[in-house]
């Protein structure tokens, strides 16, 4: 299994970025998705998470300003950011509730599966 992130890039401030990130392989069920960021020199802070049925949490600190989304057929989450302040600078990471199985064919089930980093950088 794996989730990959893609999107990140430098912006200017108040400019937008949409981040996506897929999950592959044998996955049977997938519940909350989430998006997170890590700062430097900050702990890893949730950004934004959305169930399987379409509800949604946010930060305060982007609420108004990211949306995240996700498409159940795809297995896809995106996150779509607008109005980007020089503080939402940080990696951003997927996250899933995901069931799957292993290449023994036994069933897994884990909680936050982390995919891998992408860097949003907000400067002028």
């Known amino acids: 299994v794996q989730l990959q992130a893609s999107g990140g890039g430098l912006v200017q401030p108040g400019g937008s970025l949409r981040l996506s990130c897929a999950a592959s392989g044998r996955i049977l069920n997938i519940n909350t998705m989430g998006w997170y960021r890590q700062a430097p020199g900050k702990q890893r802070e949730l950004v934004a998470s959305?169930?399987?049925?379409?509800?949604?949490n946010y930060a305060d600190s982007v609420k108004g300003r990211f949306t995240i989304s996700r498409d159940n057929a795809k297995n896809t989450v995106y996150l779509q950011m607008n109005s980007l302040k020089p503080e939402d600078t940080a990696v951003y990471y997927c996250?899933?509730?995901?069931?799957?199985?292993?290449?023994?064919?036994?069933?897994?089930?884990?909680?936050?599966?982390w995919g891998q980093g992408t860097l949003v950088t907000v400067s002028s």
């Open positions: 996250n899933a509730d995901l069931t799957y199985y292993n290449d023994a064919d036994v069933m897994v089930a884990i909680a936050h599966y």
């Open positions: 959305i169930t399987s049925d379409g509800s949604s």
